[in-house]
């Protein structure tokens, strides 16, 4: 029995923040941690931004609604859906990866959380655990799963590396250049078939 | 972050084997575990019944195909998922669930499987764990998921007691007696009720 393990920004949908950033033209939420390598800092500086500018979750949430997943990523789903099962591993907040799960189709998404105060701004968010992708695919292998990962950025490699089988999908050029024993995929007809060698094994 | 854990057959579909038989008129496969408790015995038997009836996977699948979810089911399950994180626990196996899954919306499905022979006839079938469903809440704990559990039968009990909340759906009277502890739902509503509530906990 298999289990497709996906990561959801870069993979399926564009990145949020950087489209949130795009869509509200709050140009300071562009922001990575590629810019910002202290995590927690970038949060608590997000969250300034946004409270600065009165939006809270449900505006969040509003413009998230406007934005669509990759072009073809939904028939890639549904059809990865129909054969074997399919899990959507990311560092992500529920909150805001809802209104794009509702165009993908409610898949099951394993991610962390926010905290909502009062007003309804976002005062704190909550990661369930550190290092959650490799940790959810240990978990699998323990409940006797064949495991396959996929994703795009660094915090994609240690699913990878722990799944069954797994490859990048549309990764940056200097993760192709450290990481070349990985099978790539550059559209989700490539990403498919990969797949479904896996599958066939 | 919460799991809301279902059973499947008696709580969102009807039993498959049951309905199956009455579909194809085939009394000997209404035999459950409750006539025959030696479950590889039970198994082996229904392989046997399906091969003299010349009953391959794909007769079985299209029959199973025929059936449908139980009244509400669907609109049950849709708005659960827009809210929490859902997955069906069974003891099923996957090429059986697949038709029903289907009409559910695809949602995600952790059971066994079938292994098929190459006149397309099941030849054996493979329990991915034993006591599944119990093992599986373990996992989600294990991974900070604060989990919820409710089905119908005996073997639904583990995953009830080991969950952080939970519930009997429309149970038989000797289960309802024997666990007087647990909360019960009989339709739907009151279903969501119970799983609200502890989602607002």
Redesign the interface.
Known sequence: ?DIICLDLEGTLVPEIWISFSEKTGIGQLKITTRDEPDYDKLMRYRMDILRQHHLGLKDIQEVIGTMAPLEGAKEFL?DL??HT???ILSDTF?EFA?PLM?KL??????C??LRVDEDGMISDY?M??QD?KR??IQ??K????RTFAAGDSYNDLTMIHEADGGCLFRAPQKILEEEPGLQIAQTYGEFATIIRSFLAK
Chains 1, 2 share one sequence.
């Open positions: 029995m549904d859906r129909r099962q399919v899990v529920s809802g509702q189709g409610w898949p099951m998404i394993m962390n959380s909550v369930r655990l959650g940790k959810e978990a699998f323990r409940l006797n799963y």
